[in-house]
Every structure is written in structure tokens, then in C-alpha cells.
């Protein structure tokens, strides 16, 4: 019930193409939802969150798209880079305790030149 | 935003060893989270440190294992004890301001 399945496991994009990946759970307590990023020999970094009252939010080229009854929520980059070459992590989180992430089990994405 | 400070960056450590993590942050928050990364895999909740209270665990970590101190609304410390090859992982501080943020994480390997 606390789990969180994200995918796919690895993507490969374009440049300039748009790069989705999905995020899928359980708990419906669960109301915050975080997408980050992390390059090799980093921390993650947040990269943009949503919380249920909401369907999408859209921060520069990331948007993420909320679909509660489905208990589904999607990462879409657009324009992707190769710089945006990284792992994508999506989370959930319940309540006030906002860091005790219950995080997916990430997305390779490749954005060739 | 939170600018979180972690310390070693990394580290190479023999086996039976213990290391201590610190991690410093730079406004007061209520919670710290302590998380493993292992090579290659996602991120793993190790511990909640609460400031003035013992922190709590997550199915699979012990406090023996994992000693974690909390002293002050800026700063915390976990140890990881008697470490073994398996013990080999990133460790990343998390704090949560209205949104959650971690710090650089600290590189380990056990030999």
C-alpha cells in the first residue's frame, strides 16, 4: 500500500522531443507528490511537486499532470535537452510529514544530441 | 528553500568500522530524514530525528545499527556502525520546509 511504481525503467528521447514518465500508487492519504532529479555523484534536486487540489502544474518546460481518481501522476518535459540527461525519481508523501518520501524506483532518461 | 550541508562528501571505510555523518542546515526545521541510496537503486527512508525525541525507524533499520542524534533545530548526525561491504550505499539528509529538500549525499564504501 505504500508502495510507488514508476515508468519505465529507462528512456530514450530526442532532442527537442517531449520525455514522459509515469508514477502510479495506492495510498490515497498520500497528498504531496514530488518529481527530482539527480545527476551521478548528486543529491537529489526537487524538481517540481503537486498536491491533490490540483490537476497539473507547470514550472518552465516540467509539468506534471495529476489524475487522482486514477491514482496516477506523470512527469512530461518538454523540449528535452541533453542536459536534462539524468535519473528522474517521482514520491509521495502523506500529511505533515512531507520528507518521509516513499519514493519510485526512478527513470534513466537519455535525450540524445 | 533549504541549503543543507553534508559532511564527509564521501568516505572509504574498513570493515567493523563506524562513520558518523553530519548534516547542517541552514534555517530551523521541526524534522530531518535520514535516507540510503544502494548503488543503482532508488531512495530508502532509514529514519525520522525529531529534535529533543529519540528518532524513529523504518521497518528494516535498527537504532544499533543506525544511531541517529538530533541535538539542535539545525543539526543531526547518523552513524553507520559496524559496517560491512553491504553497508557500502549513499546517504542523504532530507528536511521538509512546505517542500522536501536533500543535501548532496555522503558517498560510502566499505572494504
Known amino acids: 500500500q505504500q508502495q510507488v511504481k514508476q515508468s519505465p525503467q529507462s528512456l530514450i528521447v530526442q532532442k527537442g522531443g517531449i520525455s514522459i514518465i509515469n508514477c502510479a500508487y495506492e495510498?490515497?492519504?498520500?497528498?504531496?507528490f514530488p518529481w527530482y532529479q539527480q545527476f551521478p555523484g548528486k543529491g537529489p534536486a526537487l524538481l517540481i511537486a503537486?498536491?491533490?487540489?490540483?490537476s497539473e502544474k507547470k514550472e518552465g518546460r516540467f509539468t506534471i499532470s495529476f489524475n487522482k481518481s486514477a491514482k496516477q501522476f506523470s512527469l512530461h518535459i518538454m523540449d528535452s535537452q541533453p542536459g536534462d540527461s539524468a535519473t528522474y525519481f517521482c514520491?509521495?508523501?502523506?500529511?505533515?510529514?512531507?520528507?518521509?518520501?516513499?519514493f519510485g524506483e526512478g527513470t534513466q532518461l537519455t535525450v540524445n544530441p | 528553500s533549504a541549503v543543507i550541508s553534508q559532511k564527509p562528501s564521501r568516505d572509504i571505510c574498513q570493515r567493523g568500522t563506524s562513520l558518523t555523518i553530519q548534516c547542517q542546515v541552514d534555517s530551523q526545521v521541526t524534522m530531518m530524514f535520514w535516507y540510503r541510496q544502494q548503488p543503482g537503486q532508488s531512495l530508502t527512508l532509514i529514519a525520522t530525528?525529531?529534535?529533543?525525541?529519540?528518532?524513529?525507524?523504518e521497518s528494516g533499520f535498527v537504532i544499533d545499527k543506525f544511531p541517529i542524534s538530533r541535538p539542535n533545530l539545525t543539526f543531526s548526525t547518523l552513524t553507520v556502525s559496524n559496517m560491512s561491504p553491504e553497508d557500502s550505499s549513499i546517504y542523504l539528509c532530507?528536511?521538509?520546509?512546505?517542500?522536501?529538500?536533500f543535501g548532496q549525499g555522503t558517498r560510502l564504501t566499505v572494504v
Open positions: 495510498n490515497t492519504a498520500f497528498d504531496y
Open positions: 514520491a509521495a508523501s502523506m500529511g505533515t510529514s512531507g520528507s518521509r518520501l516513499t
Open positions: 532530507s528536511v521538509y520546509t512546505g517542500l522536501a529538500f
Open positions: 530525528a525529531n529534535q529533543g525525541s529519540e528518532a524513529t525507524y
Open positions: 503537486i498536491r491533490p487540489d490540483v
